[in-house]
């Protein structure tokens, strides 16, 4: 296994595709956290009717196969899509197959992990603690981001790592959006994919197990933490 | 009387409206009383500007709204300070984290002083020695306590108590009133407190205004309020008189104390209170009895000789009575058989015989 492991081969194509997921996945769950606060906030709070439409497509993601979904970031991307005919009207060209089209991907693939936590969070809460801070004297920005955000800072926690673990193991629309370029869009789900296909097991093996134990020493440590604060506050 | 508080205001509810033109006195303790549904909370939150009613709010010389003119001052402009049923401290914070998070939204040439105010309600509530604590390690009447001295640091026009110790066991409550006493004893605050615990009333209430339905139905010092007979029917037991006498005198002997008031004298519970200390009682209506005559033998140690200044009309088989002992006033509830045997009217000179007096404080 170790001649496998540090072969240069192995090595020249292992290495770039983790720093590229690692990259992938942390840019996603900072965006995801700066866009999924205020969205839960106001599917938590808000009396509107658009309520349970906007409810509904937040969860979308979760339950369409990862190509569909994948297949249509494609279509909006690309050269005659919406979006592909703003990025090109802006002089980006279009966003299928770059990076930035691989985050916008995963932004919309792991949103309702970002964003259930944050909601339920934020309804169990009710209103009184931002009550209470603005009788304080607090304006309502301030008291989201003095009571509200920290009060809710566990269910906070739980989204930052379930998004990052939910994009680790994207597949479906990193290869309908990015491809699988190598050094530019080759995750390591792709990766695993292409040594599958080549029969190569081994280094599949290597990537899979790796990725497997990784998503659990994630999910334990979380559950850990919750544990430990949990505790405290008894 | 100065008018402090003035609030005159409506709010429009599907299925509840609630209507009350109020002019409250600059200090101490003014109860909103009623039965839950009847709107006390409601009118708490529009004074705080946490619900929107319609109408003119103005505190001392500062008018947080007024809809004739399009004034309206958010909540967090408003210097208010507010307890909730349950503390609400945040629990992200240490118990001194709580207790500046106001403190530290004061414009900077306040913050002195409000330090200073801090300080005194650190002091008069007792809890120096929780600062470092974290709220989850607190327990329930700590907790409130915590929640006074915090909304007290901004240093309030007015504070808001909905509630306060609603949501403690009879213990708990025990513990955080006498703390609530102290804040009416040393601090200059004006406070609007809802409840609908007579209890809480007869300890804490300067001031009381009674809520029915969205309505007022009295309003003003609570001994007057409390003494007249026209109070909502559902208060059933809990309608009796407050009164304020000095100890006149204890015999330690039979374990009482003389307790002179304005008409008279009352044989009260000696609770080791020395001469000349003013102390409230608590008279139930179904406590009291009239008799033509002062009665003899009898087991009752407290008669009071009045004049019957109003009757009500029955309500039920029962007629609630107002007696007037030269300025103290009592109620006695009687069924209307008696009533009509001893052919009551107003102005006829009667002996109250009291079962029972409680002694508040």
């Known amino acids: 296994m170790t001649d496998i492991l540090l072969s240069p081969d192995f090595l020249a194509s292992a290495w770039p595709a983790i720093a590229l997921t690692l990259q992938l996945a942390g840019v996603t769950t900072l965006l995801l956290l700066v866009m999924g606060a205020p969205l839960a906030w106001w599917l938590a709070r808000t009396p509107s009717r658009w309520r349970e439409p906007v409810g509904a497509l937040v969860t979308l993601p979760l339950v369409l196969p990862p190509s569909v979904l994948g297949f249509y970031m494609l279509v909006l991307m690309g050269p005659h899509g919406p979006l592909g005919q703003f990025t090109q009207w802006l002089g980006w060209g279009t966003l299928s197959f770059t990076f930035t089209g691989l985050v916008i991907g995963s932004i919309v693939y792991s949103l309702p992990f970002a964003v259930q936590p944050l909601q339920a969070a934020f309804a169990e809460m009710g209103p009184r603690p931002m009550e209470v801070a603005m009788t304080l004297g607090a304006r309502p920005l301030d008291a989201f981001f003095t009571v509200a955000l920290p009060q809710a800072r566990h269910a906070l926690l739980t989204a930052a790592v379930l998004s990052f673990a939910h994009t680790l193991g994207e597949f479906g629309v990193v290869l309908m959006v990015g491809g699988n370029i190598p050094g530019q869009t080759r995750v390591l789900s792709t990766l695993i994919y292409g040594h599958v296909e080549a029969m190569e097991y081994a280094q599949a093996h290597l990537l899979a197990g790796g990725m497997v134990v990784f998503a659990f020493a994630v999910l334990m440590g979380l559950a850990l933490i919750r544990q430990r604060s949990q505790r405290r506050a008894r | 009387m100065s008018t402090a508080l003035h609030i005159d205001l409506l709010l429009q509810r599907p299925a509840f409206a609630l209507q009350a033109t109020l002019d409250l006195p600059a200090q101490g303790i003014t109860v909103l009383w009623g039965a839950s549904g009847s709107g006390k909370t409601s009118l708490l939150r529009c004074v705080a500007g946490l619900e929107r009613g319609r109408g003119r709010v103005q505190v001392a010389d500062t008018v947080w709204q007024d809809d004739a003119t399009g004034t309206f001052t958010p909540l967090w402009q408003r210097r208010l300070g507010m307890v909730f049923q349950e503390a609400s401290l945040f629990d992200h914070l240490s118990v001194r984290g709580n207790l500046h998070y106001g403190l530290q939204r004061l414009p900077h040439h306040e913050q002195a002083g409000a330090q200073q105010a801090l300080q005194q309600a650190i002091e008069v509530l007792g809890i120096g020695q929780l600062l470092t604590r974290h709220p989850a390690t607190l327990s329930g009447g700590e907790r409130q306590r915590v929640a006074i001295a915090r909304a007290l640091a901004v240093q309030p026009h007015l504070l808001l108590l909905d509630e306060p110790l609603a949501s403690l066991d009879s213990p708990r409550k025990r513990e955080v009133l006498p703390w609530l006493e102290a804040l009416r004893r040393h601090l200059q605050v004006p406070m609007l407190y809802v409840t609908h615990s007579a209890e809480e009333v007869a300890h804490l209430a300067d001031t009381l205004v009674v809520l029915d339905q969205g309505q007022v139905r009295a309003s003003g010092p609570v001994a007057q309020v409390l003494s007249s007979v026209d109070l909502p029917v559902h208060l059933g037991d809990d309608v009796g008189a407050l009164v304020t006498g000095t100890v006149a005198g204890c015999d330690p002997a039979w374990g009482l104390c003389r307790l002179s008031l304005p008409g008279g004298e009352l044989w009260v519970a000696n609770t080791g209170e020395s001469e000349g200390t003013p102390l409230r009682v608590r008279i139930l209506a179904r406590d009291v009895s009239i008799t033509l005559e002062r009665a003899q033998h009898t087991s009752i140690q407290n008669h009071l000789p009045c004049v019957v200044s109003q009757i009500a009309p ?48």
């Open chain 2, 314 to 361: 029955p309500v039920g088989h029962q007629v609630l009575v107002r007696l007037d002992a030269s300025g103290t006033h009592v109620l006695a509830r009687l069924t209307a058989r008696a009533a009509d045997q001893l052919q009551l009217r107003v102005g006829m000179h009667v002996w109250a015989q009291i079962k029972a007096v409680s002694l508040v404080r």
